[in-house]
Each structure stands twice: as structure tokens, then as C-alpha cells.
């Protein structure tokens, strides 16, 4: 397993890097339970430091059920007392326990919350097992461990894996879920681990925690596991993409599997009703209904244009000098029809308006043989306005939020025209 050790930075998200988890000097004022036994869920504790940073309320414990974030490994949460524990970290030597509120320096009792410890239990030594199979199996290095709130990833050194060996390894990695093969730890000196056969060699001096899974992996790790692989329950590789050269892998690992499976299964009897097909033909029917939604929306482009061009028709300048006003039509239709009114009137110059509750909408246009720059009528129009627009002589457009009405526009409109005559 990779980048599973001693954290490198102190932060509240997950993506971490780091080198080897070495015992840290000033950890040894709290007895780290988890480590004990990854399943100790509670503990009654004793609050010997407090303070307040950045992050809010803090307190530090003599004995701790809570893992700090690191290595990929997101923190517990829980109580302690009353309080609530939102995120644990590692910060200058210290297990900092952040509550939702300031406590003294009693005793207490503390309960983590389970379900998602053991969930960071299943995904993590889901992790070690997979990450050691693209090595073992295709000489790919994990590069990179993240475990988020849905979904769990690794990132591979290369591109190269293909969808049948991406297949096979996760075949191989439920084969040895199944084995129910033992998952240890174990205490050595930087010294021991050195001789060791280590997927990635320690680079920090001091006692080195080393993760074991028999036969298949050993490597220095800071992380919380189950006892067995059988616990893991099973893993499944969702997807994959590209990332900086290498594979982005995404996984799932035992309950987080299941339930994904069941949210599958969930939308294709959803999907199954709403395409009345089986599950064996959904695809056929999704395409079906592609392709007439496809032609649906040409038919119903090709009757909007019909439908511009009759109105276009229906508009008929007076004196050159063509002024309409809509509500909540689009600027596209505007546009749309402007170009049209004015290519059917070429001496007459059209000022179109939507008006939405406070918001204005506008399109000004002339045709070849008609006087004027639109440029200038619409920087006089955006003056009763908080927006922009842009265009060039013969057509512009803009718009924005005013408290005018649409009759001071037109207004503007037609004083901006008396100077070009």
C-alpha cells in the first residue's frame, strides 16, 4: 500500500500526501486506542489540554478512539460529553479533537461514530489490496490514495491498463476478499524496516507502524483496517479517466459497494417503467428515444423559424421607424427577428424590447439603406440600465436591470435617431 503514513500537512480535507507514519514524540500524551484495536468504538477519557485555533474548539485526551486524518484516511467524528467531534488532526505533535463547543478539564465519556469508521476501514484496506495487485499484476504504482464522501480513488502511475486487466484485478482482489486472508500491524525501527521488502521505503527515522496483508502486501501505514479481508466484504471498480499521465481509478469497498449496487438497481427498475422495455433492451430504447427527440427538435426549429418569418411579415414600419415591445421572450428570438424585419425593410431602423419583472432586454437594428451607427443609440440605451451589450453599426444588443419602463426606452430610441437625421 502507498502514501498510507505519518501526514506531511494539517488540513479538514482528504487528499493528503505523505511519506511513513512514525510514533511522534509529543502523540505519547494520548494513548492512541485505535491502534490497540481498530474496533474500539468508546472509551471514557480525560480532557488534559484545550485551546482554540483557526479551526475552532479543540481539546486534546489522555486515550483516544479517534483517528486523526491522515494518509488518505479522513477523520472520525462522534462525541465526547456533550460535545461534538467534527474532525480530529495531527497538529504540532498533538491529537486535536475539534467540538462544536468549548469543554473543561473533566472526564468524559466518547463515542466515535462507528458506521463511518468502519466504512474508512472497509475503503482503506480495500485500497492496500488493490493497489498492490496493479503493481504485483501490471507494474503500476499507486501514486495517490482519496478517500471521499461517495466515492474512493487511486492514482495510477500510467494510462495503460486495459478494461479486460481492470477486470481480472478486481476479479482477483474478491477471490482474496473471500480467502479471508489476515490483515496485521506491527512496530518496527526505521532500521528493521529498511531491510524489509516494503512496497515504498520509509523516509522518517523513529519506531515505523507496518500494515500487513498476508502474502499479498506490507507496507508502512498509519491507517485503520479490519482484521481479515473477508471484511472488506467486496470491492468494485466503478470507472476510470485519465489523470496528469497516469489512470485515476475509482473504486468501492464492502457497504459503499452494496449500497451502490443498490441505487443501480433502483434507477433501471425506475427506467425500466419509464421506457416500458426490459433491462436487457434499455439501451436499444434510450437510443430510440434519442433519435426522436433528435428529429423532435429539428421539427420544432424548422415551425419556430416558419413562425418568425410569418410575424416578421406582420411588421410594418412607419415613417422608417419600426418599435415593439414583449415580455419574457428571449434575446435569441429578438435577434432573430430583427434580422428578418430589417432585411425585408432596408431603409427602416427597429428597436425590439423584452421586459422581464426589473430586467430589460433589447435589440436595435437598421437596415443597409438606413442612417445611424446602432453602437451609439445602444450606449444611450444602457445608460437606463445596470447591464451591457455589445454589436456593431447595423446591429446591437444588451440589456439589464432598471427601474424604467419600456416607454422611456423608447423614448431614448427615438431621441437617439432625431440626431442622424
Given at each position: 500500500m502507498?502514501f ?7 488540513s479538514?480535507?482528504?487528499r ?6 512514525s510514533?511522534?514524540?509529543?502523540f505519547?500524551?494520548t494513548?492512541?486506542?485505535?491502534y490497540?484495536d481498530?474496533?474500539?468504538s468508546?472509551?471514557?477519557?480525560q480532557v488534559?489540554?484545550s485551546?482554540k ?5 479543540y ?5 483516544s478512539c479517534f483517528?486523526?486524518e491522515g494518509?488518505?484516511?479522513p477523520?472520525?467524528?462522534?462525541e ?6 467534527w474532525?480530529v488532526q495531527?497538529?504540532?505533535g498533538e ?7 468549548e469543554?473543561p478539564?473533566?472526564?468524559?465519556s ?6 463511518r469508521?468502519?466504512d474508512h476501514m472497509?475503503?482503506h484496506?480495500?485500497q492496500?489490496?488493490l493497489s498492490?495487485?496493479f503493481?504485483?499484476?501490471l507494474g503500476?504504482?499507486?501514486q495517490?490514495f482519496?478517500?471521499g464522501?461517495?466515492r474512493?480513488?487511486i492514482?495510477?502511475d500510467l494510462?495503460?491498463a ?12 474478491n477471490?482474496?476478499i ?8 506491527s512496530?518496527?525501527t526505521s532500521?528493521?524496516a529498511?531491510t524489509l521488502?516494503?512496497r515504498?521505503?520509509p523516509?522518517?527515522d523513529?519506531?515505523i507502524?507496518l500494515v500487513e496483508?498476508?502474502?499479498?502486501d506490507?507496507?508502512a501505514c ?5 482484521k481479515?479481508t473477508a471484511e ?7 470507472s476510470?479517466?485519465?489523470n496528469?499521465?497516469g489512470?485515476?481509478?475509482?473504486f468501492?469497498?464492502g457497504?459503499?459497494a452494496?449500497?451502490?449496487f443498490?441505487f443501480?438497481?433502483?434507477t433501471?427498475?425506475q427506467l425500466v417503467v419509464?421506457?416500458n422495455?426490459p433491462?436487457?433492451e434499455?439501451t436499444q430504447a434510450a ?5 426522436e427527440?433528435?428529429a423532435?427538435?429539428?421539427t420544432?426549429?424548422?415551425?419556430q ?16 421607424l419600426?418599435?415593439?415591445?414583449f415580455?419574457?421572450?428571449?434575446i435569441?428570438?429578438l435577434?432573430?427577428?430583427?434580422r428578418l424585419v ?10 425590439f424590447?423584452s ?5 430589460m432586454?433589447?435589440?436595435?437594428a437598421k437596415?443597409i439603406d438606413?442612417?445611424?451607427?446602432m453602437?451609439?443609440?445602444?450606449k444611450?440605451?444602457?445608460a437606463l440600465?445596470?447591464?451591457k451589450?455589445?454589436?456593431n453599426a447595423?446591429f446591437a ?5 432598471t427601474t424604467e419602463?419600456?416607454i422611456?426606452?423608447?423614448t431614448?430610441f ?6 442622424f437625421?
Open positions: 502507498y498510507c503514513n505519518s501526514t506531511k500537512r494539517n479538514v480535507n482528504n493528503i500526501n505523505v511519506t511513513a507514519f510514533k511522534e514524540r509529543r505519547d500524551m494513548t492512541k486506542l485505535y490497540q481498530s474496533e474500539i468508546s472509551a471514557v477519557v488534559i489540554d485551546g485555533d483557526q479551526n475552532g474548539y481539546v486534546i485526551l489522555d486515550q483517528y486523526p494518509g488518505g484516511q477523520a472520525d467524528t462522534g465526547i460529553g456533550p460535545a461534538k467531534v474532525t495531527s497538529v504540532n491529537i486535536r479533537h475539534y467540538t462544536d463547543t469543554l478539564k473533566e472526564r468524559f466518547a463515542q466515535l461514530d462507528e458506521q469508521r468502519w472497509q475503503q484496506a480495500g492496500h489490496l498492490a495487485l503493481e504485483d499484476t503500476l504504482k499507486t495517490s482519496h478517500l464522501k461517495e474512493v480513488t492514482d495510477l494510462d495503460t486495459t478494461k479486460k486487466q481492470l477486470q481480472e484485478i478486481e476479479k482477483k482482489a477471490e482474496l473471500g480467502q479471508a486472508l489476515p490483515i496485521s500491524t512496530w518496527v532500521e528493521k529498511n521488502n516494503l515504498k521505503p523516509v522518517v523513529g519506531d507502524r496483508i498476508e502474502g499479498i506490507l507496507n498509519g491507517g485503520t483496517h479490519p481479515t472488506i466484504g467486496l470491492l468494485k471498480i466503478i476510470t479517466e485519465k496528469k499521465g489512470m485515476r481509478v475509482y468501492l469497498c457497504n459503499r452494496m449500497q451502490y443498490d443501480l438497481v433502483e433501471t427498475d419509464q421506457l422495455a433491462a436487457t434499455l437510443e430510440t428515444l434519442l433519435a427527440k433528435t423532435a427538435s429539428k420544432i426549429k424548422n415551425l423559424e416558419q413562425l418568425l418569418n410569418l410575424e416578421a411579415k406582420t411588421i410594418v414600419p412607419k415613417n422608417h419600426i418599435q415593439e415591445i415580455e419574457n421572450r428571449s435569441k428570438e435577434q432573430q427577428l430583427a430589417i432585411t425585408q425593410h432596408s431603409a427602416a431602423t427597429a428597436l424590447i421586459s422581464t419583472e426589473d430586467d432586454r433589447f435589440v436595435c437596415g438606413a442612417p445611424g451607427d453602437r451609439e443609440v445602444l444611450q440605451l444602457l440600465t445596470d447591464g451589450g455589445g454589436g447595423q444588443q444588451g440589456g439589464g436591470k419602463s419600456p422611456a426606452f423608447l431614448v427615438q431621441e437617439a435617431l432625431k440626431n437625421m
